[in-house]
């Protein structure tokens, strides 16, 4: 890319009208009269070349600008643009810019002119001012120094305005250096006097990315210092500085414009490497197909972005090898030649080649995509039957039934709108009988029967078809004679079932005809006349029974009285249903419903309401509101006569009718009071019938007394009901009785309840020697606390080994694995005055408590260990069982008669342990010595003499675990 493609104005020149102090006089208008720029030959659309500037003395808000020119405008701030991209080809531009105030209505004018820059050897020498320091020979080439210009004022003083410019900069990328590499050199013309420093700012210096450029800041000499990528970044925007020793500011910042010049380093780049695009088959030259693109990450501007297409390849090349061409600089894709045909070729792959430098192959980079071409169907291929004539057979009153399929052909794309057949019937079916419908999948077309046919009437139907795409044909294709054909269609004959022609056949007349009377013919027609059948009738549904129909004519008799009242009839029609069946194979049948209409004759005398009713024994309170209903109908109903039979004669004489209407009448009392009670009043009803009937219906009435609003009283309600006062009476005592009866069962059972309690207070609780363990009057014989361990019991006589015996807890109802202990041998007889007496004193409360029960159940025992240190108990007082005499046993109560019979045993006699617990035994009352303290460990106690027994005959050892029955 050529030096100064996008252009930045290079310098200005101001008129100036001397120094104005804060005194003077504001006076609107632009700054200079003439603005002039210093511009590159290409402008980019958008660029800043120059600012004007204008002062209307109120701001500048308000201020609006306008040019003389479409290339150039000015924004709100004096800034110039150019509204498109331009190329000057002249060597300057001028055009007049408009400021005006909408305030004011005041226009003000300045002239812009813009200058083409030349290079650097071509540039003029300045006339004015001292000589520029740019055009010092001893400068390096790359140092652009500027003069500037001085102006005097109207006293002759002269006033030097010092500013410094720069051309835009323009740096090649992918520069292999070396680096740094000097680009300009920048300087001011007041580095003659002072010593001026010179630095940097914006982005790629102190801006990221940081310290792309770098300047000296003694001799103003700045440098790139890395290869630049256009595509990264295009351009930089930094600001020169000029300040003094101590940082005053020497010179105003001046805008450096540093531009990357494009190399042709990037492919053109497809947006997809795969296209898809279609055509209709028999598409004419030039028919737009699709476009393809390519981007070039180049500067588009320049031949490096440039890009241009060609077709590389095509395949199928048929008919053609050149069948489609594409626009070089757009990528769009049309058809070069004719003869596209889907039904030959249905797709084309086309290679496209995109390249750079304006197509230029050899100096260019390119790339290639794939352009994927599809050949549409269109409808120029019209269906054609398979064959010219098709036939088919149908049973007659059938529907919904296929006949025939009709197969066609189709070249186009199957299951399109191209390919898709439409079925219509041109002749032969003016009934509508027959439709034709596609196979969505097939494509058949499936005559089908839509209105039933009779063989009677049609035994074939000769069809016409044709058929058509859903789509039109193409233009200048026309229809072929094959898409025409015709179907034969041949009737089946079916037996049919019988008809009434008078379904549902409606008669009149009067209720209550004899039985055998001719009501009516109710006859059937068979359709099948080529048929010789018969027809048979019978009944099907005839809910009263009736009638009765001749088999063969359909001949209806009453088979019994027809009544209008009854409940087979709604809405005064009786409805029967009959069958007419044929002797076909099979036979057929066919129903038909007879209503008959039935007309009311007076054959239902009238019947009185209410059947019940009160009224008061006074006649002047209230009457009694009589009707009548009748089940016969107008004008065999009222109006109706009321009337009292003359017998018995105390019906007229008590009581009276008074008719209201022709249907209501009012029942009173005729005397001045009736007793209270129930009475049966019997009344004539007669209706107005031809010839009427009259019924005697008897109503009840209840007499009753009334308070004064008309209403019962509950005595005279009660008496109305019919009991008397006797009666009354009776029910009271009966009531009476019953109670007493209640409240002596009631003191009876509380007496028996008290009396049982006081037996049971006689009888000590203590005396209940159910226990786990005895109480005996030893000291040490054991606790009262019968929960305590029995495992302790069990432990040997050692206290030295019990009490280094670890702590713990053993079941109590295992047998101990070591050796078991051995406790002190116990007197063989017990103590006379211990145990005599106490089983003495037992044995007489026993005996003198007839109420209480023997207490004999089984008794189960805690287990102690196979032997017993206390010896046998059962030898007490006695050597031998032959010492001893049982026969006084006779003598016990009733409590221990059942006792001695199961034990055999006596406690007088020297009783054993298992005596001592087969019966309730009372233990003497004495004072008894206080107990010896018990030990904290249970162990160290005596163990009680009744806490384990020895082997029984009868009952077996002791169990283990002796529980209270």
Not at 373 to 381: E, F, G, K, P, Q
Not at 712 to 723: E, K, S
Not at 724 to 747: D, K
Not at 941 to 964: W, Y
Request: hydrophobic residues 35%.
């Amino acid at each position: 890319m050529a030096q100064g493609i996008s252009s930045r104005h290079l310098g200005t020149r101001r008129a100036h009208n001397g120094d104005l102090t804060a005194r003077e006089t504001c006076k609107a208008g632009f700054s200079e009269e003439d603005y002039t720029a210093l511009i590159s030959e290409n402008i980019l659309e958008g660029e800043k070349l120059l600012k004007v500037s204008f002062s209307s003395c109120l701001g500048t808000k308000g201020t609006q600008y306008e040019t003389n020119s479409v290339d150039f405008k000015v924004r709100a701030d004096g800034t110039v643009f150019a509204t498109r991209e331009l190329r000057i080809p002249s060597e300057q531009v001028a055009f007049t810019v408009t400021a005006w105030d909408g305030q004011t209505a005041k226009r003000w004018d300045a002239v812009v002119r813009l200058l083409v820059a030349q290079p650097s050897s071509a540039r003029p020498a300045h006339k004015k001012g001292k000589p520029s320091a740019g055009l010092d020979a001893s400068q390096p080439p790359n140092d652009t120094l500027l003069p500037w210009p001085q102006h005097q004022n109207a006293n002759g003083l002269r006033r030097q305005k010092r500013d410094w410019v720069i051309p835009p900069i323009n740096v090649p990328e992918n520069s292999r250096g070396p680096f740094p590499q000097q680009l300009v050199r920048i300087r001011s013309d007041k580095d003659n006097d002072i010593p001026i420093r010179y630095s940097i700012t914006g982005v790629g210096a102190d801006q990221p990315p940081m310290e792309v450029f770098s300047i000296d800041s003694m001799s103003g000499r700045m440098y790139v210092t890395r290869p630049m990528d256009r595509e990264d970044r295009a351009s930089y925007h930094l600001r020169a500085h000029a300040v003094d020793m101590n940082g005053n500011k020497v010179e105003n910042p001046i805008d450096l414009y540093i531009y990357v010049i494009d190399m042709n380093d990037n492919r053109p780049e497809f947006v997809n490497q795969v296209y898809n695009g279609s055509v209709d088959e028999g598409s004419k030259p030039g028919t737009y197909v699709m476009t393809v693109t390519a981007n070039d990450a180049d500067d588009s501007t320049t031949a490096n972005g440039m890009v241009r297409y060609r077709i590389v390849t095509q395949t199928p090349q048929s008919p053609s090898q050149n069948m489609f061409t594409i626009n070089s600089e757009t990528g769009d894709i049309v058809t070069v030649a004719a003869g596209l045909d889907r039904e030959k070729v249905q797709q084309y792959t086309v290679i496209v080649q995109a390249t750079d430098m304006e197509g230029n192959l050899n100096y260019g980079l390119s790339n290639t995509a794939t352009a994927i071409i599809s050949v549409t169907d269109v409808n120029d291929n019209p269906p054609e039957f398979t064959t010219s004539t098709y036939a088919g057979e149908v049973p007659e009153n059938q529907v919904e039934v296929v006949v025939a399929n009709l197969t066609v052909m189709d070249r186009d794309q199957p299951h399109s709108p191209n390919w898709n057949a439409f079925y219509r019937i041109i002749s032969g079916d003016p009934s509508g009988h027959f439709s034709i419908r596609t196979d969505p999948v097939t494509n058949e077309g499936m005559v089908t029967v839509v209105k039933a046919v009779d063989y009677e009437l049609n035994r074939a139907f000769m069809l016409t078809v044709m058929v058509s795409n859903q789509a039109p044909l193409a233009s200048g294709i026309q229809m072929s004679f094959q898409s025409t054909a015709g179907v034969t269609i041949s009737v089946v004959d079916i037996n049919e079932a019988p008809y009434f022609p008078s379904n549902h056949k409606l008669i009149r007349l009067e209720e209550g005809v004899p039985t055998g009377t001719v009501l009516t013919t109710f006859s059937a027609v068979d359709p099948d006349r080529f048929m010789q059948q018969a027809v048979r009738y019978s009944k099907l549904s005839d809910p009263a029974n009736w009638l009765h129909i001749n088999a063969t004519n359909g001949q209806i008799t009453t088979a019994a009285v027809l009544d209008r009242e009854s409940l087979y009839i709604k809405n005064n029609v009786y409805e029967a249903t009959f069958l007419a069946a044929d002797n076909g194979i099979p036979p057929a049948s066919g129903t038909g419903t007879l209503q008959i209409y039935l007309i009311d004759i007076n054959d239902n005398a009238p019947e009185l309401l209410p059947k019940e009713a009160q009224i008061c024994e006074k006649p002047s309170l209230n009457a009694i509101n009589i009707t009548a209903a009748d089940a016969d109908v107008d004008p065999n109903i009222g109006p109706y006569v009321f009337e009292l039979p003359f017998a018995p004669a105390a019906v007229r004489k008590n009581w009276t009718i008074t008719r209201l209407n022709g249907d209501y009448a009012q029942l009173s009392l005729r005397i001045l009071y009736l007793e209270a009670g129930m009475y049966d009043v019997p009344i004539i009803v007669t209706d107005s019938g031809n010839p009427p009937l009259s019924n005697t219906s008897v109503i009840k009435v209840k007499v009753c007394p009334c308070d004064e609003n008309g209403d019962c009283t509950t005595v005279g309600a009660v008496a109305a009901a019919g009991l008397g006062t006797s009666a009354i009476v009776a029910i009271l005592i009966c009531v009476v009785i019953l109670l007493t009866m209640v409240l002596l069962f009631v003191v009876w059972m509380k007496r028996r309840e008290k009396e049982r309690h006081t037996k049971q207070l006689l009888i000590d609780p203590e005396d209940d020697v159910r226990d786990n363990i005895l109480k005996y009057d030893e000291e040490g014989g054991g606790e009262e606390d019968q929960d305590y361990d029995l495992s302790q019991l069990q432990q040997p006589e050692s206290m030295e080994h019990v009490l280094s015996k670890a702590p713990g807890v053993r079941r109590v109802d295992e047998r101990p694995v070591g050796a078991e202990p051995q406790y002190p041998v116990r007197p063989v007889v017990p103590h006379p005055g211990d145990i005599g007496d106490f089983i003495t004193e037992g044995l007489r409360a026993a005996d003198n408590d007839p109420t209480a029960p023997p207490y004999d159940s089984l008794l189960v025992f805690d287990y102690e260990g196979s032997g017993s240190t206390a010896g046998s108990v059962s030898s007490l007082n006695s050597s031998s069982s032959e010492d001893q005499d049982y026969d006084y046993l006779n003598d016990w109560g009733p409590r221990f008669k059942k006792l001695a019979d199961i034990d055999n045993c006596h406690p007088k006699l020297h009783p054993s342990p298992r005596c001592l617990w087969s019966g309730r035994i009372q233990r003497p009352k004495k004072p008894q010595p206080e107990p010896a303290s018990i030990p904290e460990n249970p162990a160290m106690s005596p163990p009680p003499l009744a806490t384990g027994f020895p082997k029984d005959p009868v009952r077996g050892p002791a169990p283990e675990n002796r529980t209270h029955p």
